[in-house]
């Protein structure tokens, strides 16, 4: 069973836009929270880690959340650029130990058109 | 700058043959991990290492071997490629304090 889902699936924007990423999860125990960047055919790239309780980070124009009590992520990307384009995939880690398991949303998959 | 190159880049391979995916990082990590991505799911991971000369199964190690020859090198091992081993595989390390650093893949496709 699908432990963490992603919505929307894909997701079209103009330059310039905002736009919001959701990632619901059902891993227990949820340690912490990462969002990756995925360029096409390219490996992925940490954007953020969120850890607390309630959490917040901020990485130019990146920001996350997440509530651990709901289970749910958001990743807010500000002003779009065309090098946006990209499959953002949330990933839940049950450990902080590098042992522990990491489980992987399916991603959403980001166009941001001129 | 920190790196984890993965060859080949992409690969066709014949059913029941031997198909061997190479990793290399020159980071100085010692966890290192195999993982499959299938199109429209989540990364799943096949096999890990967390130190030279040993190697522990992940979620799906069947079908796969791995071999940790040095701290550097980690590669993953199909004896028998099957038409359901095509994907996209991915290498990754990590130390205990640092992020996760991947690989840009290799894809594998089993006529």
Redesign the interface.
Known sequence: KTQVEQSPQSLVVRQGENCVLQCNYSVTPDNHLRWFKQDTGKGLVSLTVLVDQKDKTSNGRYSATLDKDAKHSTLHITATLLDDTATYICVVGDRGSALGRLHFGAGTQLIVIP | EAA?TQSPRSKVAVTGGKVTLSCHQTNNH??MYW?RQDT??????IH?S?VADSTEKG?IPDGYKASRPSQENFSLILELASLSQTAVY?C?S???NS??T????TRLLVI
């Open positions: 984890v010692d966890y993982y429209g799911h989540g990364l799943r991971l890990y967390y979620d991915f990754a990590k130390t205990a992020d996760y991947f690989g840009s893949g």
